[in-house]
């Protein structure tokens, strides 16, 4: 059974910085692709960053790019995502999700529960 | 950068059929995927590839996609397919994942 946990979500500043971690089991993790998605409060699902399975092509939204820095490391089966400069329009719950392959990045047929980062003073 | 958009809510009678569109420009030549949302939980792929259903999805739930809409067809619907549907596509020419904006179906 794929199982994707997510980790490292909390309150923070204005300004700060907080990494997320995405621990999987149950699959061939270095095989496929991975992503991160986001949702704010009562809002959709906004798609934050993607990253091929070998790190070989990464992906960003406009929104983040240039704050935030996806990565992996297939030998611990986890998935990163390294948010610096947050803005309070950060604040969302942050799915990881596994593409479809190597290196095509949708569907994602398997998603974590989410962990919830809250930017405020 | 390509936008996908939806109807914000659709209202469905139990056991009629609920359609959910996805407007984008030229979406036919995209491969469009649909997830379903319910409160508090993560989302769920329904449909892959605009017409493909992944193990565990019933038939209720199909696809299609021509020219500028792709079309999220619930058939027979249930009081538990009450929930919010995305479609998604990858945008080759940015390199992008877009997500519509979400359609909220309600089950009178």
């Known amino acids: 059974e794929v199982q994707l946990v997510e980790s490292g979500g909390g309150l923070v500043k204005p300004g700060g910085s907080l990494r997320l971690s995405c621990a999987a089991s149950?699959?061939?993790?270095?095989?496929?692709?991975m992503n991160w998605v986001r949702q704010a409060p009562g809002k959709g699902l906004e798609w934050v960053s993607s990253?091929?399975?070998?790190?070989?092509?990464?992906y960003y939204a406009d929104s983040v790019k240039g704050r935030f820095t996806i990565s992996r490391d297939n030998a611990k089966n986890s998935l990163y995502l390294q948010m610096n400069s947050l803005r309070a329009e950060d604040t969302a719950v942050y799915y990881c999700?596994?593409?479809?392959?190597?290196?095509?990045?949708?569907?994602?047929?398997?998603w974590g529960q989410g962990t919830l980062v809250t930017v405020s003073s | 950068s390509y936008v996908l958009t939806q109807p914000p809510s659709v209202s469905v009678a139990p056991g009629q059929t609920a359609r959910i569109t996805c407007g984008g420009n030229n979406i036919g030549s995209k491969s469009v995927h649909w997830y379903q949302q319910k409160p508090g939980q993560a989302p769920v792929l329904v449909v892959y590839?605009?017409?493909d259903r992944p193990s565990g999805i019933p038939e209720r739930f199909s696809g299609s996609n021509s020219g500028n809409t792709a079309t999220l067809t619930i058939s027979r619907v249930e009081a538990g397919d009450e929930a919010d549907y995305y479609c998604q596509v990858w945008d080759s020419s940015s390199d992008r994942v877009v997500f519509g904006g979400g359609t909220k179906l309600t089950v009178l």
């Open positions: 990253i091929s399975s070998s790190s070989s092509y990464i």
């Open positions: 590839d605009d017409s």
């Open positions: 149950g699959f061939t993790f270095s095989s496929y692709s």
């Open positions: 999700a596994r593409g479809q392959g190597a290196i095509v990045v949708v569907p994602a047929a398997d």
